[in-house]
């Protein structure tokens, strides 16, 4: 490789994408502010920020508000701009091992859409399973867009390692899918000429929705535990998601917490996740895998013995799993994810006794154990909000898209 000078034009493109990216988060960040202060917070002069204003409107990512910043203040008014709601969304695509989801929010986050269909998955091969998906989600962007909002793109999120770079799912073991190109799998499945279309791991997903607007808001350190028949885990370290050199970090369900234990779908025994998945705690139980958490919930609240004994297992196992965690990263706190999330007060006490065991520095730091806030809807939210946060990140994506004809496009936002 050869430095190349940089080319005039190209530069003052990049400085420009830089520049409405500024603005566009700012607002994201900050709420309603006026073109001044814009100017003022952002340090571009005023002209520069009322035409980067004027093309963030123009692209639908910005409104005015017509609300004015100092209301009573004597002078000339100074209209707020702010994100847009209800003209511009993303969407929130999930496969998961017994359930498929959609769901689409828009840049106010607004949920506009919402829908999750109990489905087996795992059961069959992939292509019906992603032919199902990409008409859920056809369904819900019809919908959306017949009320005059644009969904600009999707997120997918897949219970297993991904290959963001080119769209792959590498192996999901509950799942049984191995090597599939789940990008170009589905945007040949989606009928929609522009849309950007991108994939994540749903644990990680789940940590950055509890992160943005859950129960993770306060941390900048934290684990979150996302419990569906498998266990996933997202780690964030300093406000941005961990993800290891080949982005397959976090894989809290396949911690061994018994090397001796039951055989786990990944092929190893005694992970994590053959004692406190979904599928393990209600065997343990003996709830029926139809009856599914609600029938546990009600039979550990009635205070069945054979329920709690689950729970407690279940509760150990992820205490001595998340000992390691601890021990390495010293987080502020480990949220209770997905189906763990209503059982939070039966799996405290056994996590936090095992923490206080095993951790060195259990005596003078602590823990805390506090349940997910956007529990079993997480991945499938931080999916579509991940879409947003990429377009506010980057807002001439929008710009470039070819809303007339072209095809899906299948893209990573590497980096973030
Ligand atoms: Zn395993």
Redesign the pocket.
């Not at 786990?264 to 025994?269: M, N």
């Given at each position: 490789m050869t430095d190349v000078p940089p080319d005039g034009r190209s530069s003052q493109r990049a400085i420009r994408r830089a520049n409405l990216s500024s603005v566009a988060r700012l607002v994201a960040a900050e709420g309603p502010r006026s073109r001044a202060t814009i100017a003022l917070r952002t340090g571009f002069n005023k002209s520069t920020v009322s035409s980067l204003v004027a093309e963030l409107l123009d692209l639908g990512l910005l409104a005015e508000t017509g609300q004015d910043e100092h209301p009573g203040r004597v002078g000339r008014p100074a209209r707020t701009i702010s994100l847009s709601g209800g003209a511009v969304a993303a969407a929130g695509l999930e496969v998961n091992v017994d359930h498929l989801a959609v769901c689409i929010v828009d840049l106010a986050g607004q949920l506009l859409h919402s829908e999750r269909l109990v489905a087996a998955n795992g059961a069959g091969s992939p292509g019906p399973v992603l032919d199902e998906l990409a008409r859920l989600a056809d369904t819900a962007i019809a919908a959306v867009e017949s009320r005059g909002v644009r969904v600009l793109g999707a997120g997918v999120a897949l219970p297993g390692l991904v290959d963001r770079r080119d769209g792959r799912l590498v192996v999901a073991?509950n799942l049984g899918w191995r090597e599939l190109p789940v990008g170009a799998e589905l945007a040949r499945r989606l009928d929609r000429p522009g849309l950007l279309l991108t994939i994540d791991n749903e644990a990680n997903l789940a940590a950055l929705a509890e992160h943005w607007d859950g129960a993770a808001r306060d941390l900048d350190d934290f684990v979150c535990v996302s419990g569906e028949v498998?266990i996933g885990g997202g780690v964030v370290i300093a406000g941005e998601l961990f993800r290891g050199t080949h982005g397959f970090g976090g894989?809290l369900?396949?911690v061994?917490v018994d090397p001796a234990g039951a055989r786990?779908?990944?092929?190893?025994?005694g992970?994590?996740?053959?004692v406190a998945g979904q599928a393990a705690v209600l065997r343990a139980a003996g709830v029926p895998p139809r009856a599914g958490g609600a029938e546990l919930l009600a039979r550990a609240d009635a205070g069945e013995v054979r329920a709690l004994a689950a729970l407690d297992a279940a509760g150990h196992a992820l205490g001595i799993a998340l000992t390691a965690v601890v021990n390495v990263l010293d987080p502020e706190a480990v949220l209770l994810g997905g189906y763990l999330t209503p059982f939070t007060p039966w799996l405290e006490g056994p996590v936090t006794a095992e923490l206080g065991r095993r951790v060195l520095a259990s005596a003078w730091s602590g823990c805390e154990i506090r349940a997910a806030g956007l529990a079993e809807g997480a991945a499938v939210r931080g999916a579509a909000a991940g879409v947003l946060r990429w377009i506010l990140a980057d807002p001439a994506l929008i710009a470039a898209m070819p809303h007339e004809s072209g095809a899906v496009r299948y893209a990573s936002p590497v980096g973030r």
């Open positions: 073991p498998g894989e369900g396949h061994v786990c779908a990944c092929g190893a025994r992970c994590l996740e053959t």
